[in-house]
């Protein structure tokens, strides 16, 4: 718990302030030297808890100073269209396999994660807030609560499994028969989202579209999928 409360005026710029100037520092040096590590996703998180523990500053302290950052996941989710428009010829004519991607991507995913929770003992909340963790995180925290889990959590899984698939995507590419670009694309935007594409625009311009392309996709397939999911899980 937080020694010192603030405030909500006060928490609100100083946790805001705190946030926004990690990023931006955080996206300076990646720019720099870019590596998966140095990914302003992988690192301002990992900064953030250790301010907050430091400072004593609980989970609800600093989400109410910094609440008003995740409503802007709403025009971001929209800004999505930009590169759907751009794409839209590619969308055309690779239509049926994209969607065959797409839809054994998801449901391997989740699949893959209710089957690992099942085992695992993980029940409840939990195990539901792990379903959409292979999708941006605009597109993932909807998801969650639409299915009952937690979107906060989702957040954190969707991080997790951005920066490890981004860490060893690579590794697994080389070892796999993927030759084409947009199979290779595919793989970092499904399997990896976010982190996943900006990995693959450093491997090769064409791939991180690719990449970028299908991660817009899976969202929206997602989100529009979530009301049925919700039934079947009830």
């Not at 995740?70 to 025009?75: E, S």
């Not at 899984?157 to 060893?168: H, M």
């Amino acid at each position: 718990m937080n020694r010192f409360p603030l405030p909500v005026v006060e928490s609100v710029l100083l946790w805001s302030a705190v946030t926004i100037a990690l990023y931006a520092g955080a996206r300076f040096f990646s720019q720099r030297w870019p590596r998966w590590w140095t990914a302003p996703i992988t690192v301002v998180p990992l900064i953030l808890i250790a301010v907050t523990l430091a400072s004593h500053t609980s989970y609800a302290s600093y989400i109410r100073g910094t609440h008003w950052l995740i409503t802007l996941l709403g025009p971001a989710t929209v800004a999505f269209a930009v590169p759907i428009y751009r794409q839209r010829e590619m969308i055309r004519r690779h239509r049926i396999v994209l969607s065959a991607g797409i839809l054994v991507g998801s449901g391997t995913s989740m699949v893959s994660a209710w089957l690992l929770s099942s085992m695992l003992g993980i029940r409840g909340t939990l195990r539901l807030s792990l379903l959409p963790r292979s999708i941006s995180t605009p597109f993932a925290m909807p998801v969650s609560g639409a299915i009952g889990g937690s979107p906060d959590l989702t957040a954190v899984f969707v991080i997790l499994t951005g920066v490890f698939g981004a860490a060893f995507g690579a590794a697994i590419l080389y070892r796999l028969p993927l030759r084409s670009t947009m199979a290779r694309g595919a793989f970092f935007g499904m399997g990896a989202h976010g982190v996943g594409s900006n990995k693959s625009y450093e491997i090769n311009r064409d791939e991180g579209a690719i990449a970028g392309l299908v991660m817009v996709l899976a969202g929206i397939a997602n989100v529009l999928a979530a009301p049925l999911l919700a039934r079947l899980l009830r």
